[in-house]
């Protein structure tokens, strides 16, 4: 509130005026018929005139009562914090706003003036302290990597945008490696025989060699990680490194733990870091009535084909250029033929095949013995069959209406094992089997109890057969027809596809070549079938198979396909496209497919 104060001018003017003086407004009534001051004001001083805001020009006289508003805003403080998305940096804003104090501004005397204000002083708000600021990031769960020289510029100065926490940023480690001292390639120059048999391994090159004494690999240890934080202190773990552990197999040892040093003359290979080094024996001609059958320990590189009625047992890879026509290939390593498989029979893998087949039984078995006895169990707590019925006459009962196919597994794990064991012909499990379980033995039983005699040495064989079950091999061919090809790993048929023949693998079997086709017969994998063209347009059948938890897929099928995941079967009636064959949650076939329009 400003007090007015009359001047008497000395000047003859009749009308009134008015003029600023160090701030106050100082007011001179009109004389006469003279016209009073009048008085404006700018947009940030707001003039009150008798109670009266001021709005556009005014008269004003000595006796009004005026009061001046300026836009004064009381000081302020803002402290912005901010994080980054991966919470390991900060960033700090600090704000000062000031209250800025008014008065009017000095105007010389006039009938009418304008009311400025001008700024006189500004008034900060006290500057944020070092513990208000970590009070705050504290707040925010801000606490490690705190950067102090950054934090004192926020109490010296407005700042935006300054970095003030960073956290320590994790250090993965290095994984475990495995530097290889032989290409694993083939390469080089052909080694040949001599007249005794004995192999030059001077003049090799289709399989690289090396020498007795020679480093085959070295594993170089790798290093551990360190931990990170974020800036809000939580710890964060490097990623999990891969430790390996080099084995030597066949031909080779390990020396001062990180090298594999072979013990002989022969070609190197590793497999899921078990190295081993294997002799090898080159054929540069067809096999046939000349060259005789074909036993070697080592690796068996065919550069011709193999004629009808010849036979090859290797102890490890096989490679044939040219086709195998009604001949037999039994590997315990990897078969690759280059040319068509005609009316043969082929195993990768050695006896693990044998053994893998026989397990899958053991399995099934042990399955089926343990749902008699939970039937069992469930028909006495419940008396369905009444007090009378015997446990044996309850088994008897279960196997031949529910588990028929019991007996069917029985008799063919009684005659495997005794083929891949000797002594187990007459052994324990083959004794409780025909004991319990075949013809009228059941019926002898007297507590299903006594049903553990065959579950016991099944756990024993399934320890045993699992125990001696090499690393997977593979089996590879272009074509094939009227053969039968088992692998204990996967089988790639490269070529234009199968006909009428067998294919087994323990874990896939892919087509890769662009319409291939699988005609006839049946195709059994573990976990994956993938196929190209499936059956013709006549409507052949043609079998594919896969367990429970695999999938079929195949680009086109024809009618009378037969898809069998687990033991859930579906037979296609229609041509269709784009098929995928699996198990649903519930244990349904799903079969998707488009129709093919043909």
Do not use: W
Not at 22 to 45: L, S
Not at 252 to 264: E, F, H, R
Not at 389 to 417: A, F, H, M, P, Q
Not at 429 to 447: E, F
């Amino acid at each position: 509130m400003f007090n007015l104060e009359a001047i008497d001018l000395t000047n003859e003017s009749l009308d009134g005026s008015i003029k600023v003086l160090d701030g106050k407004i100082i007011v001179k009534n009109p004389k006469g018929e003279g016209k009073p001051a009048a008085v404006y004001a700018t947009g940030n001083v707001k003039v009150i005139i008798d109670g009266i805001m001021l709005s556009g020009k005014s008269e004003i006289f000595e006796e009004s009562t005026i009061e001046i508003v300026f836009d004064e805003t009381e000081a302020s403080r803002k402290l912005d914090i901010r994080l980054a998305e991966d919470l390991m940096e900060a960033y700090i804003s600090v704000k000062y706003r000031p209250k800025n104090v008014f008065r009017l501004k000095d105007k010389q005397e006039c009938t009418v003036i304008e009311l400025e204000c001008e700024l006189i002083n500004q008034i900060y708000p006290p500057k944020y302290k070092i513990e208000e600021i970590l009070k705050e990031l504290s707040n925010n769960k801000i606490v490690y990597g705190i950067i102090e020289s950054n934090l004192e510029k926020c109490v010296e100065s407005e700042c935006t945008n300054i970095i003030i926490a960073k956290g320590q940023e994790v250090i993965d480690g290095v994984s475990d490696r495995i530097e290889l001292k032989f290409a694993p390639e083939n390469g080089g120059k052909k080694f040949v025989e001599d007249k005794t048999g004995n192999i030059d391994f001077k003049s090799i090159g289709s399989v690289q060699v090396v020498k007795v004494g020679e480093i085959l690999a070295v594993k170089i240890p790798g290093t551990p990680g360190c931990d990170g934080h974020n800036v809000k202190g939580n710890i964060i773990k490097p990623k999990d490194i891969k430790q390996i552990t080099i084995k030597a197999g066949k031909g080779c040892i390990i020396k001062d733990g990180d090298k594999v040093i072979s013990l002989i003359d022969g070609k190197p290979c590793i497999r899921n870091n078990v190295f081993n080094v294997f002799e090898v024996h080159e054929i540069k001609s067809d096999v046939n009535l000349s060259t005789g059958d074909i036993k070697f320990i080592g690796d068996i590189n065919i550069l011709g084909g193999i004629a009808e009625g010849m036979q090859i047992i290797c102890g490890n890879s096989v490679k044939v250029s040219k086709d195998v026509e009604g001949s037999i290939i039994n590997a315990k390593g990897d078969v690759t033929v280059k040319g068509n498989v005609l009316r043969s029979k082929i195993y990768g893998g050695g006896q693990d095949v044998s053994r893998l087949a026989i397990l899958k039984d053991l399995e099934s078995l042990k399955l089926i013995v343990n749902s008699i006895v939970d039937a069992v169990c469930q028909i006495k707590e419940h008396n369905i069959l009444g007090n009378d019925k015997k446990d044996g006459d309850l088994i008897k009962l279960l196997i031949e209406s529910k588990y028929k196919n019991l007996t069917v597994i029985c008799i063919k794990i009684i005659s495997c094992i005794g083929t891949l064991y000797e002594e187990e012909k007459n052994g324990e499990l083959s004794k409780a089997v025909r004991q319990k379980l075949l013809g009228l033995a059941p019926l002898s039983i007297r507590n299903y109890g006594e049903l553990d005699l065959v579950i016991k040495p099944i756990d024993i064989l399934i320890l045993r057969i699992k125990s001696e079950l090499s690393i997977p091999v593979s089996v590879s061919f272009g074509y094939c027809q009227d053969s039968v090809i088992k692998s204990s790993g996967d089988i790639m048929v490269k070529g234009k596809g199968v006909y009428i023949s067998e294919l087994v693998a323990n874990d896939k079997i892919k087509f890769l070549m662009e319409k291939s086709v699988a005609r006839g017969g049946s195709l059994r994998a573990v976990s994956e079938l993938s196929c190209r063209i499936v059956g013709s347009s006549a409507g052949v059948p043609t079998r594919l198979q896969v367990d429970k938890e695999g999938s079929i897929f195949v680009d086109i099928a024809f009618q009378n396909t037969v898809f069998t995941v687990g033991h859930k079967e579906h037979i296609l009636e229609r041509p269709s496209r784009n098929i995928h064959a699996y198990l649903n949650p519930e244990g349904d076939i799903v079969v998707d497919k488009l129709l093919l329009e043909v």
